[in-house]
Every structure is written in structure tokens, then in C-alpha cells.
């Protein structure tokens, strides 16, 4: 790992990387499936990078907020993972998919256990597991409460319009949660989990806050700002391990090769990107290459990557 690198310094690298990359906003797609999702800006662009010691170097759009996404998977698994601990690896695997984040055939395969709790399955068993017979309002408000104290941020809020957007369209998630539901894998009614799936998923956050939020993860667990700690240690190695291995889908060994860090990224265009012991980077651009994942915010976090080391191997 090489040293930690004077902010100011990570900052021009950041604006020369905008640079080489802004002819490639259009390239990627926006995320149409979700309706609400489909008048996204393509050319929104923010990367933020967050230091242990609290200091950042950014660029673009760093406090526009955006649809988290699947990005909210990893906070949720974080919070199942306190709750109930491993016993959750009853239900969920930890193993990288080789499928797309939404589909269903190997659930079917698998006798209704999801591979890992980053695809659409996995991550409607921990809102599952977080549900437990709360109120689904209840079980939001715990998520969102939880990434308000990470940021250190009160406004971050769920986008109520992208909640109801995906709730009116998502048929492949409701497909997910009966066949979760029939192999005895959902204790709840697949109703109830995906209102609290669908609205973790519409949590708006911007670059900025992401790459605060997820600092502990590369501070063996610890706020190193805050100075509390979050979870410990090894569940903090733990959880950037499944996002190395499975955070980017059917992508997860090619970001590995490429950039070589734990990531997690979502639909909305975001990716943030673990380096222990450095920082976090949040990087957002709506254009999704062909496994969902933002075709600009790979290809930034490579280039950061090559020119200042950053990565576990
Ligand atoms: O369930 C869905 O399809 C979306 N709410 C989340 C998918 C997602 O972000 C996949 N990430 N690249």
C-alpha cells in the first residue's frame, strides 16, 4: 500500500482524470428500468475522496445528492450483520454470483438461498432479516438514522418519487421476494420487505456524504474522524472482502483486476470505493456500462488507481 498522498495533489489528479474521461459521460446508459431514474442528467459527474485524518480532495458536483442504489446494500448488511451477526450466513451465501445483480435463475438452482447479499436476493433477505417485525417505516428510518450519524449529515433523506417509482415497476423484485418466500427464506410478506428494500434503494446521498459515510470501512472499523467505533475490525475486513468479491456483480473480478479495491456501486451511477488505511472515494456518473455499473466511475477509480497506487495488492 503506498502512503497516503498530500490532498492538494489528489485533488489535480482528480481534475486532470475528469478531464480524460468527460467525453465518455454519454458512452454508458442511464438507468431506465426504473422510470424515475431515466431523466437523470448523463452528464452529472463527482468524485470525492475522504481521508482517514477528515481532510477530502474533490471535484464536480460533490454535494448534488443521487439515488444510492445498491450502494445501500452494504450499510444494510452492516446493520443485519450488528443485529443478528453470522447466524445471517444461514440464509445468505458469500460467494460471487457470476450473474447479473437482478436475476433469478440461480436462486432457483440454489433452493431459494442468494449467493450473497449484494444481488437483488440477497439484499431482500437482509431487509428481511432488518424488518423482523417492525413497522417498514420503522425499519427505513433505522437505515437512514444510521447513515445521518455516519455522514455526520441530517439531511440525508429517502426520494420518495424514486420509492414509488420502483415499487410501481419492480416486478423482477417482487419475483425475487415469492421465490425467497416459497423456499421458507422470507419471514415477512414479500409486500412489507420490499417496501423497506425499495426505499434503501431511493435513499439520495451525494459523493461527499458516501465517501464519509463509508470511512470506518477503511479505519478497521472505527470512525477516524468521530473517533467511535462502528463494528469491529474483522467484521469491517469482512465486509470489504464481499465487497471486493461480489460488490460489483458479474464485474466484481474484472474491478478486481482493474482497480483492485472493495467497492460497491449502484444503479443511480455511484460507486464508493474502499482504500484501508487511506480513504474512501465516491464517485458518481450516471452512465451504466452493460452489468450495471457506471461505465465513467470505473474507469476514474482505474485511473486514480494506476497514478497513486491505491489498491490491497
Ligand atoms: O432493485 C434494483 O434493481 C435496484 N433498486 C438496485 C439495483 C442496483 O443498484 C444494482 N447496481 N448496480
Request: neutral net charge; glycine residues 14%.
Given at each position: 500500500m503506498a502512503a497516503a498522498i498530500d490532498p492538494a495533489a489528489i485533488k489535480v489528479i482528480l481534475g486532470e482524470i475528469a478531464e480524460e474521461t468527460l467525453a465518455l459521460r454519454r458512452v454508458g446508459k442511464v438507468a431506465s428500468y426504473i422510470p424515475e431514474l431515466?431523466?437523470?442528467?448523463?452528464?452529472g459527474f463527482a468524485v470525492s475522496v475522504a481521508f482517514l485524518d477528515g481532510r477530502t480532495a474533490e471535484v464536480g458536483a460533490v454535494g448534488e445528492t443521487f439515488s444510492i442504489q445498491s450502494i445501500s446494500k452494504v450499510f444494510n448488511l452492516t446493520l443485519a450483520l450488528g443485529k443478528i451477526g453470522d447466524v445471517l450466513w444461514r440464509r445468505v451465501?458469500?460467494?460471487?454470483?457470476?450473474?447479473?445483480?437482478?436475476?433469478?435463475v440461480q436462486l432457483e438452482q440454489e433452493q431459494g438461498?442468494?449467493?450473497?447479499?449484494?444481488?437483488n436476493a440477497g439484499a431482500i433477505v437482509v431487509s428481511d432479516v432488518l424488518l423482523a417485525g417492525h413497522e417498514p417505516k420503522e425499519t427505513i428510518a433505522e437505515t437512514v438514522t444510521f447513515l445521518r450519524f455516519l455522514a455526520g449529515d441530517e439531511s440525508i433523506v429517502v426520494d420518495k418519487a424514486v420509492a414509488q417509482s420502483e415499487k410501481a415497476t419492480g416486478n423482477r423484485n417482487f419475483a425475487l421476494a415469492y421465490f425467497l418466500k416459497a423456499h421458507g427464506n422470507?419471514?415477512?410478506t414479500p409486500d412489507r420487505v420490499l417496501g423497506v428494500y425499495f426505499h434503501q434503494c431511493a435513499i439520495a446521498m451525494s459523493c461527499r456524504q458516501l465517501a464519509r459515510a463509508c470511512l470506518f470501512l477503511a479505519a478497521d472499523g472505527r470512525d477516524?474522524?468521530?473517533?467511535?467505533?462502528?463494528?469491529s475490525a474483522q467484521r469491517a475486513r469482512r465486509i470489504n472482502a464481499l465487497m471486493m468479491t461480489s460488490g460489483m456483480y458479474d464485474a466484481s473480478g474484472d474491478f478486481a483486476y482493474r482497480i483492485g479495491l472493495p467497492a460497491k456501486s449502484g444503479v443511480g451511477g455511484g460507486i464508493v470505493a474502499v482504500v484501508p488505511g487511506v480513504g474512501t472515494v465516491a464517485v458518481w456518473s450516471p452512465g451504466l456500462d452493460a452489468t450495471g455499473n457506471s461505465l465513467v466511475g470505473s474507469l476514474v477509480l482505474e485511473k486514480l488507481v494506476q497514478r497513486t497506487g491505491w489498491t490491497v495488492f
Open positions: 431515466a431523466g437523470v442528467d448523463p452528464e451465501g458469500r460467494e460471487p454470483s457470476g450473474n447479473a445483480f437482478n436475476s433469478i438461498i442468494p449467493r450473497n447479499p449484494f444481488i422470507l419471514v415477512e477516524p474522524v468521530g473517533g467511535r467505533r462502528i463494528v
